[in-house]
């Protein structure tokens, strides 16, 4: 069983950064493919970037340019640095492990953007 706990989440200004951590314990972190999703409220969840375990990435175009994801997987870890954010940023960020099929979910860690 995989188990991520975001972390990093919080207020901002417009045009600020904040940067997510996601642990993942269990499992063998190197295998996963990792991945950021959001949600606001009224929306349906969407991917925001996703980084493979060979390390290719993959972003949403409303990110591209201002977010970055990456991992350490000497620490279990995935980030995503975000920049320049936006209110439209606002959401509650998800950390997504995957392999084979397979999804693991975190808790969720709220980014609110003010303008």
């Known amino acids: 069983q995989v188990r991520l706990v975001e972390s990093g989440g919080g207020l901002v200004q417009a045009g600020g950064s904040l940067r997510l951590s996601c642990a993942a314990s269990?499992?063998?972190?190197?295998?996963?493919?990792m991945g950021w999703y959001r949600q606001a409220p009224g929306k349906q969840r969407e991917l925001v970037a996703s980084i493979s375990n060979g390390g290719t990435t993959n972003y949403a175009d409303s990110v591209k340019g201002r977010f970055t994801i990456s991992r350490d997987n000497a620490k279990k870890t995935v980030y995503l640095e975000m920049n320049s954010l936006k209110p439209e940023d606002a959401a509650v960020y998800f950390c997504?492990?995957?392999?084979?099929?397979?999804?693991?979910w975190g808790q969720g860690t709220q980014v609110t953007v003010s303008s």
């Open positions: 997504n492990a995957n392999q084979l099929g397979r999804n693991y």
């Open positions: 269990g499992g063998i972190f190197v295998f996963y493919g």
